[in-house]
């Protein structure tokens, strides 16, 4: 049975840090690309970062980009997204995915596998 677990979501003030984590279990991790979704209340689920099984990284949407890092530990079946200089419009439900494939496609909504539950990070002003 798959299982993709998130964590390390929270509250934050604005301008500070968290790390997610997401760990699958069940599947043979290096074979997927993976990625990180938000929602936030009232808005359609949106794709972040994903990276392939070999480490390429693709970016959905500028605004994250150079202040979100995905990184991903084959060897310990996790994925990771570092969140830099947070904003209160950050502010979402965060989601980890197995995609179908090993690697990364546009758009990633229509190629996920298994979603995990999400995690909760709030930015505060």
């Known amino acids: 049975q798959v299982q993709v677990v998130e964590s390390g979501g929270g509250l934050v003030q604005a301008g500070g840090s968290l790390r997610l984590s997401c760990t699958a279990s069940?599947?043979?991790?290096?074979?997927?690309?993976m990625g990180w979704f938000r929602q936030a209340p009232g808005k359609e689920r949106v794709g972040i970062q994903c990276?392939?099984?070999?480490?390429?990284?693709?970016y959905y949407a500028d605004s994250e980009k150079g202040r979100f890092t995905i990184s991903r530990d084959n060897a310990k079946n996790t994925l990771y997204l570092q969140m830099n200089s947070l904003k209160p419009e950050d502010t979402a439900m965060y989601y980890c995915a197995a995609l179908r494939d090993n690697y990364c496609s546009v758009p990633m909504n229509n190629r996920v596998n298994f979603w995990g539950q999400g995690t909760q990070v709030t930015v505060a002003s």
């Open positions: 990276i392939s099984w070999g480490g390429s990284i693709t």
């Open positions: 069940g599947l043979t991790f290096d074979g997927y690309a």
